[in-house]
């Protein structure tokens, strides 16, 4: 279906966002909690012991979605709270688009935190910084998952093709081949050990 200015809602023409409360509009939100998490963090004892502690809300996701078809555009904001199990910092799933080429742009809004990617064909990874005043540019091919290694909400929006499309399944299968833990106070990239692979 073709679009343009008169077949958008005004409500998706102009949206306001809430770097505090990760409201886009009146847009739902999808809440994600530490048990919607299981099999995400490497320690899994250290997970299941925060578990039993309480079942706080990780991250926090809406979307807006104006138009679907070649060419457009929709967008997600996100606010991931801070916090580890074990050493490894708080984390989203993770996905890769289900149509692989598409490529997504982060923009961080608030926090401090980084991107973790992983192309799909060679498994090599990459950590880039997710923070306010800067843009992290995802390629299509990529897995990729947003970590909070600060102390504060992380907030950012994620803009992307409307056809992307969410592969959550490819991750919950075989997860990310390296994980980023606390080392020395300091974000570090780790390889996942062998038998999680
Ligand atoms: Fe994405």
């Not at 843009?135 to 091919?141: C, D, E, F, I, T």
Request: aromatic share 8%; no cysteine.
């Amino acid at each position: 279906m073709s679009s343009n200015l008169l077949t958008i809602a005004p409500a998706d023409l102009f949206v306001r966002y809430s770097l505090d409360s990760a409201r886009l509009g009146e847009r739902p939100m999808v809440e994600r909690r530490l048990a919607d998490l299981r099999g995400s963090f490497a320690d899994a004892a250290a997970y299941e012991a925060a578990l039993a502690r309480g079942n706080p809300i990780l991250y926090q996701v809406s979307a807006v979605e104006p138009a679907s078809g070649d060419g457009q555009l929709h967008y997600g904001l996100g606010m991931l709270q801070p916090g580890r199990i074990g050493d490894e910092y708080y984390l989203t799933k993770g996905h890769y688009h289900s149509h692989r080429p598409a490529a997504e742009l982060y923009v961080g809004l608030r926090g401090e935190g980084a991107m973790l990617l992983e192309d799909e064909a060679s498994g090599e990874s990459r950590l880039v910084p997710l923070l306010p005043n800067s843009a992290v540019y995802v390629p299509g091919h990529t897995a990729h998952r947003t970590v909070n290694t600060g102390t504060e909400p992380l907030v950012y929006l994620g803009i992307y093709p409307s056809n992307a499309g969410h592969d959550y399944a490819a991750i919950a299968e075989k997860n990310f081949r390296h994980l980023v833990v606390a080392r020395d106070g300091r974000p570090t990239l780790i390889p996942r050990p062998a038998a999680q692979l």
